[in-house]
């Protein structure tokens, strides 16, 4: 066996040799004098050579250390050399391997199957809530603490459904880093635990027809902008989503004035996966009741615009995800009945009625109406299926909707009354006052 004075005096020659140690270690001199450790072992029937480092950086003892530590993996069955080149990359790639760097890879890796709308939410969540905390630490730093203390102010201002959809994204990044040899665990992983539960239910929602009434009355009553009033009624009236109401343009809607008025939504607006978003044949088609035509053809004509349902201040932006959920708030509903829940209040009076009056086959119709597909069944079926029952049950249920409601137009007057054409002829943003003359 070797011994540390005999490899300092080791010196170059006219060729290069070897100083044995034992079991296949050996230090290798080069005619210049340069000293290396390399190793020599068979794997899979081959004889394979694997360096150490240089000595005297990497002295006897450390050589023998690391010799012992290759054996081990060459007994357990991995090949060292292979384990000590996936060791080197992923020290390449941990280098500069920020948190930020990884969840902007992952974004990428995942961007093509996400919609634009929902790539522009995570990276938002991402810009705000977890960038300012973990951004700028290396991804193999991180630990849990660390991430629950980024989740924490998500679940003090109350979002906590948020703070969990924050932790699942950071868990992805974390996947993404470990399958990049960058991290070896999911600190995220562990944080779900420190988390409030989140409260599972349905949306609030009345389940009756005189509640239904009482609370578009409180909210059509309240001082308010018309095309809030609007868009409250129609969703009300159509049971849809409301992302897909604050979208709604007036190309959208077919024969308002003949005897099958119908809302045609385009499947990119639907709640689908983005493969069927593509496709024509995942289109909605809503049956309108004649209540419905009158609240669109009033709503058309104060808006004047590319979009039904505006915003106060753009021409061209929608009506916001909040505007609706603040108007029953301010209306006194909160927690018994949000905009959302328009849709299980249909459901319940529709499926309630239809068992009472032992209206067989109802319950699938009322499902389709909601844009629930059922599965087995072809997207033209679904969307064009029961046409004639559709329309039926709309008016029906807009009928004992609306029987004490004012009409559509009524809900146009008020301190904000504009001329035809909308908002747009009354306000003029970010214009300067023109200064009189002295």
């Given at each position: 066996?070797?011994t540390d004075?005999?490899?300092r ?29 390399r190793?020599k072992?068979?794997?899979?029937g ?13 002295t ?15 007994r357990?069955?991995?090949d060292?050399s292979?384990e000590?080149r ?11 391997a920020s ?32 960038y300012?905390k ?5 991804i ?7 991430i629950?203390?980024?989740l ?6 109350g ?12 868990s ?19 944080a ?6 989140v409260?599972k239910?349905?949306f609030?929602?009345?389940?009756t027809?005189?509640?239904a009434?009482k ?12 095309l ?5 009624r ?8 409301a992302g897909v109401l604050?979208l709604?343009e007036p ?10 008025p ?26 309108l ?19 039904i ?13 909040s ?6 708030r ?6 018994v ?8 209040t ?8 239809a068992?009472?009056e ?15 597909i059922?599965?087995g069944?072809?997207?033209?079926y ?11 049950l709309?008016?029906?249920w ?12 009524a ?14 002829h009354e306000?003029?943003?970010n214009r300067?006052?023109?200064r009189?003359?002295?």
């Amino acid at each position: 066996m070797l011994t540390d004075k005999a490899c300092r005096q080791a010196k170059g020659a006219e060729k290069p040799y070897k100083l044995s140690d034992a079991r296949g270690l050996y230090l290798y001199v080069t005619p210049t004098g340069f000293r290396s450790w390399r190793w020599k072992y068979r794997f899979a029937g081959k004889e394979k050579r694997l360096t150490f480092g240089p000595y005297p950086d990497v002295t006897l003892a450390e050589a023998r250390e690391l010799r012992d530590d290759a054996a081990r993996e060459l007994r357990s069955g991995r090949d060292p050399s292979m384990e000590k080149r996936k060791r080197s990359a992923a020290e390449v790639a941990r280098v500069g391997a920020s948190f930020k760097t990884v969840a902007e890879d992952w974004i990428e890796s995942q961007a093509s199957s996400w919609t634009p709308r929902y790539l522009a939410l995570i990276k938002r969540s991402m810009e705000q809530d977890v960038y300012p905390k973990l951004g700028g630490l290396p991804i193999d730093a991180i630990t849990t603490p660390l991430i629950i203390q980024m989740l924490r102010p998500i679940e003090k201002r109350g979002a906590v459904e948020t703070a969990h959809r924050v932790r699942q994204r950071v868990s992805e990044v974390f996947g993404r880093a470990i399958g990049s040899g960058i991290a070896t665990s999911d600190p995220a992983a562990a944080a779900s635990r420190a988390l409030a539960r989140v409260k599972k239910g349905k949306f609030p929602a009345v389940r009756t027809v005189e509640a239904a009434r009482k609370v578009l009355r409180k909210v059509e009553g309240q001082p308010g902008q018309p095309l809030t009033k609007l868009a409250s009624r129609l969703l009300a009236l159509t049971a849809v989503r409301a992302g897909v109401l604050r979208l709604a343009e007036p190309e959208e809607f077919e024969d308002l004035d003949g005897d099958a008025p119908m809302w045609r939504i385009p499947a990119h607006k639907m709640k689908l996966v983005l493969e069927r978003k593509e496709d024509t044949a995942y289109e909605f088609v809503v049956p309108l009741a004649r209540q419905s035509v009158e609240v669109v053809q009033a709503a058309m004509a104060f808006s004047g615009g590319p979009l039904i349902f505006r915003g106060v201040r753009s021409f061209i932006q929608p009506i916001s995800d909040s505007t609706l959920s603040k108007a029953y708030r301010d209306a006194g509903f909160a927690g018994v009945h949000v905009p959302h829940g328009w849709r299980s209040t249909f459901s319940t009076v529709m499926n309630e009625l239809a068992a009472v009056e032992s209206r067989v086959g109802d319950r699938e119709i009322i499902d389709l109406m909601l844009a629930h597909i059922p599965k087995g069944v072809e997207a033209v079926y679904n969307r064009a299926a029961y046409m004639p029952r559709r329309r039926e049950l709309a008016q029906e249920w807009a009928d004992m909707l609306t029987a004490d409601l004012v009409p559509p137009q009524a809900l146009l007057t008020g301190p904000r009354q504009a001329q035809p054409g909308g908002w747009q002829h009354e306000r003029r943003p970010n214009r300067t006052p023109r200064r009189q003359p002295c």
